[in-house]
């Protein structure tokens, strides 16, 4: 970024200049005139005078201007202020009158006699002479023309200076003099005890600097920055509050790290405006007084400013604490702004000033004080959750309310914080089964937080508990959160060892609780286990082991809970090997006959989808995400709306798809458990792969370090990873390395068939092999990989894996039974529900067509690969067929209308175009006649829809969105163009 120049020009202050330039006016007229100016530290009391007041830009024509700057060390000796105001080195311009310096240097004289007679008290008397020769001066100055006496944070003026002001302005009356004082609150004194006011002087201007309004922080914006958008000028304002102190030193932290101008957001200037305010509030503190720092940690601990609650807490009585108080907001450490008085980085710098066991002891009292008051019990424990431990029983009762109090409002998170400060204070008090109780809770709670932190918690309980019936309790529990943590090989060897631990406490003390606990954990052992790559031999004989069983036993009537998570377990089962899609589905619905449950999005899902059944799939998604919604499972709906984006994406709906898993990236991006997924950013590639943007898919996998494969050891877990390996491969391929893709794609087939994977609709790796094996001239292996695949197919039996065989087949065999192939697969696949699949048959058999010279029949075949490629959003695809397309001498269809107006509604089109230009949601509002409501949910429903995240974004790709070809091409996204399409 361009570094401009330091100096700060002084902005959004012309009415304050033009107050200051009429009271001058009344002082030429020959009225003394007393202006006060005030308002809080930082807001510009000091740059509006020096510009008032200058010799060349002010109003002060030729006038004598005495200055001085109060400071508070000095604040103790007599007659500072006036020493400094008659020291002034005042620029007479072109003359340079003896006079002026014989009566400042009178003045000086009276002040060195007056501290000589000072060690001896010199009384009444001597003081009255002094201010009446200090008066007599001033006089002799003001014969001549007007005198300004400016005095920058009066409220640190000796008293002795304003007696002398006072006693100067009320003799004054028709003399040409205008004082000026700058104090932050005229009626409130920091240090010793004020005997006379400002405010209480002949009738004082009083001028109040209020923060910089939108324009002025604007031009502040535009000064430093140059050119921003609306957005960024508001997230300035919003976070300096508009002082002009705060606002400088946040515009220098941007440009100090040597930004463009382009790459500055509102994110960015939040973050460095946050550090900004912390740094000012730990500048400022120090130097204040003792009683009002023990007032500050009060606010800060108690987040309120109630004087009575904050004295009670800081033992200071209630006049001084209002006082603190002022002085607080003075210094722009309180503010109105904030609901709670105190920004929420000032409260950080307030509180890393503590000691920790000062901190500990503030915080102990306030939960007593908020406790025996009678306040929620939630207050409360945000009190004690930042205690190392409960302290008494009854602290450890509050956090126990205070987390059913979050339960019942839905705060998981808080409820999460409370609970982890009881389970040890529990078993000192109350026993190891009460602990263990709490622990269980805790990880419930957990589980729709932070899913792997609470397999850690209920391990924990399970390895200590010996009870058969608590521990098949907790096993049960425990085999669902494993599920919904989908840890697989994590969790398979604690899996597992609980089998066999509930198998042994069975032969000893048989029980129904027991037997259920184990056969919900075989069940999940299967459905967590199976498809995940583990390196660890053990981990993948359970899951074998555990299969072979599911795959032998009878099919369960699916009347108890652990009956119908084996069907669930069956179906998934069943369809990951192949067995047989209706036999399947009708295991899978017998699993849903119980009504809802947790587990059914990762067992009777997949294998619904894996079956074609699109309906009752998304039925399943919809459910959980309502579900999950509901009880704040971050992990859970993230997962879902990757899994319906999956759905969608298979279907031909890039554009919805990408809605969803962009919601899910949201979610991610905020959560404690964003290193541990990677299904999000799997499903985002591969989606934008299909847009016709690989190279942004691959910038984004690099960022966040997924685009080179990890070839250490370890487990590759969860649902994404194949997904994964699957684009890099692919990204291999695209970057001319077709042997190195090629080798990755085998690599990932016997890996998915190792972890038991059979199924060729689950990964379409086999069909980009048989590609490059063709190509590397390898035709022997790729028939045999046809064959293994087409037998799959077969035995599977739905339209999706029957004709995409079909498509594979198409490749081997002679290029005269090609068209005859390629043709059956289309007509296999017309009863598919995804149009992807349907675009690359009908994309291949049309490039066969044109290889055989039927021009005519390979248009047909190409326009309408175009036209549903288009209708769907898949961008690369569509460009691939245009090429072949017009090659055949025909023309590529033209987009009906843009894209934006046919996703958009036309309000949610009106509130786009409108934020695309800068305009907050309430300028939005008032310019289309509807509440700010209704604008926020139009701009949350146009994100979704253009898979976008932000205003910066949205700027950037509307008008994308809104482009049309001239030539009656798809529309140009901006995405560049490739050769490659990989999906066809």
């Not at 729709?448 to 200590?464: H, I, K, Q, Y």
């Not at 599911?550 to 089962?573: I, V, Y």
């Not at 068209?819 to 690359?840: F, Q």
Request: hydrophobic share 45%; proline share 5%.
């Amino acid at each position: 970024m361009t570094r401009r120049p330091a100096v700060h020009r002084l902005v959004g202050r012309t009415e304050e200049f033009g107050r200051i330039a009429g009271a001058f006016s009344g002082v030429r007229a020959g009225r003394c005139r007393l202006l006060l100016v005030h308002g809080q530290a930082g807001v510009g009391k000091s740059a509006l005078l020096g510009k008032a007041f200058d010799r060349r830009d002010g109003v002060i024509g030729d006038a004598t201007v005495l200055r001085a700057v109060c400071r508070e060390p000095e604040s103790g000796t007599a007659y500072g202020v006036v020493r400094q105001l008659f020291g002034t080195r005042e620029d007479e311009g072109t003359e340079n009158r003896r006079w002026t310096r014989d009566c400042l240097g009178t003045a000086l004289g009276v002040l060195d006699g007056y501290a000589a007679t000072r060690p001896g008290d010199p009384g009444a008397a001597q003081e009255y002479a002094t201010l009446r020769a200090l008066h007599r001066i001033a006089g002799r100055l003001m014969s001549h023309r007007p005198l300004v006496l400016v005095l920058d944070d009066a409220h640190w003026a000796d008293e002795a200076s304003l007696r002398w002001l006072r006693f100067l302005i009320h003799r004054s009356g028709r003399c040409p003099l205008l004082v000026v004082m700058s104090l932050r609150d005229p009626s409130v004194r920091l240090g010793a005890e004020q005997p006379v006011s400002p405010t209480n002087w002949a009738e004082p201007t009083v001028l109040r600097l209020r923060p910089l309004d939108d324009a002025g922080v604007a031009a502040v914006v535009r000064d430093r920055l140059g050119s921003q958008s609306a957005l960024i000028v508001q997230t300035c304002g919003r976070t300096s509050g508009g002082n002009p102190r705060l606002l400088h030193a946040l515009l220098d932290s941007l440009t100090a790290a040597d930004r463009e101008p382009s790459s500055v957001t509102p994110e960015t200037v939040e973050e460095l405006g946050a550090e900004a305010v912390r740094a000012l509030a730990a500048s400022r503190l120090p130097s204040l007084p003792h009683r009002v720092r023990t007032v500050a940690a009060a606010v800060a601990v108690l987040d309120e400013t109630r004087p009575e609650a904050v004295g009670d807490l800081a033992r200071v009585p209630a006049s001084q604490t209002r006082a603190a108080l002022r002085t607080l907001r003075e210094q722009g450490l309180l503010t109105r702004a904030e609901p709670a008085g105190m920004r929420a980085a000032v409260r950080r710098a307030v509180l890393d000033e503590l000691p920790p066991e000062a901190a500990r002891r503030l915080r102990t009292r306030a939960a007593r004080v908020l406790s025996e008051a009678g306040e929620p019990v939630r207050r409360v424990a945000d009190q004690l959750v930042h205690l190392p431990w409960p302290e008494e029983p009854w602290m450890a009762d509050a956090l126990l309310d205070a987390s059913d109090e979050a339960l019942r409002q839905g705060d998981l998170r808080s409820a999460a914080g409370y609970l982890r400060q009881v389970p040890n204070t529990a078993a000192e008090e109350k026993g190891e089964t009460e602990r263990d109780m709490l622990q269980v809770t805790l990880a419930s709670v957990l589980a729709c937080l932070d899913p792997l932190a609470a397999l850690v918690e209920l391990r924990t309980v399970l390895d200590r508990t010996s009870d058969a019936r608590a521990r098949a309790r907790i096993a049960a529990r425990f085999s669902e959160v494993a599920l919904a943590a989908q840890g697989g090989a994590r969790e398979v060897p604690a899996l597992g060892e609980a089998v066999d631990r509930l198998d042994d406490v069975m032969a000893a003390e048989p029980s129904a609780d027991a037997t259920e606990g184990a056969d919900l954990l075989r069940s999940t052992l299967v459905i967590a286990g199976i498809g995940t790559e583990t390196r660890s031999p053990g981990a993948r004989a359970l899951v074998r082991n555990a299969a072979a069983g599911l795959r032998e036993a009878a099919t369960p009537a699916g009347h108890t809970p652990a009956e119908r998570r084996t069907l669930a377990a069956q179906a998934l089962l069943a369809a990951f090997e192949s067995r047989s899609a209706p036999h399947t589905v009708d295991i899978a619905e017998r699993a849903q006959a119980g009504g809802w449950a947790d587990w059914l999005p990762y067992s009777v899902g997949p294998a619904l989808f894996m079956a074609d059944e699109i309906d009752p799939v998304m039925r399943i998604w919809d459910q959980a995400l309502e579900e999950s919604r509901a009880r704040g499972d971050d992990w859970t709906h993230h997962e879902v709306l990757c899994l319906r984006a999956w759905t969608l994406y298979e279907l031909g709906a890039v554009d919805a798809a990408m809605s969803d898993v962009r919601h899910a990236l949201d979610i991610t991006e905020q959560a404690p458990w964003r290193q541990a997924t990677l299904l999000p950013f799997a499903v985002e590639a591969a989606l934008l792969t299909v847009a016709g943007r690989p190279e942004a898919a691959d910038a984004r996998l690099a960022r966040e370090g997924l685009l080179t494969a990890d070839e250490g050891g370890g487990d590759r877990t969860g649902r994404g990873w194949s997904l994964l390996r699957l684009h890099r491969a692919l990204a291999q391929g695209r970057r001319g390395d077709q042997d190195a893709a090629l080798e990755q794609l085998l690599r990932l087939g016997d890996d998915l068939r190792t972890s038991g994977i059979d199924n060729p609709v689950f990964s379409p790796w086999w069909s980009h092999a048989v590609h490059l094996l063709v190509r590397r001239d390898r035709v022997a292996e790729a028939r045999e990989l046809v064959e293994e695949t087409a037998e799959s197919a077969r035995r599977w039996g739905t339209p999706r894996a029957i004709g995409q065989s079909l498509l594979a087949v198409s490749t081997v065999v002679d290029r005269d039974r090609a068209v005859e192939v390629l043709s059956e697969a289309v007509d296999v696949l017309a009863e598919a529900p995804g149009r992807l699949c349907r675009i690359r048959a009908d994309y291949l058999l049309g490039r066969a067509l044109l290889r055989e010279g039927d021009e005519r029949a390979a248009r047909k075949r190409l326009h309408r690969a175009v036209g549903a490629a288009i209708r769907c959003g898949a961008r690369g695809a569509g460009e691939a067929a245009s090429r072949l397309l017009l090659t055949a001498g025909g023309r590529v269809p033209r987009p009906t209308g843009d894209l934006a107006s046919g996703l958009l509604t036309r309000s949610e089109l009106h509130v786009a175009d409108l934020a695309a230009a800068g305009l907050s949601n309430q300028q939005i509002a008032e310019a289309l006649f509807v509440a700010t409501r209704t604008v926020e949910t139009h701009l949350t429903q146009t994100y979704r829809k253009l898979g976008v995240r932000n205003r910066k974004e949205l700027a950037e790709q509307l008008p994308l969105w809104r482009r049309r070809d001239r030539r009656g091409g798809p529309v140009d996204t901006g995405a560049p163009h490739t050769a490659q399409a990989d999906h066809l």
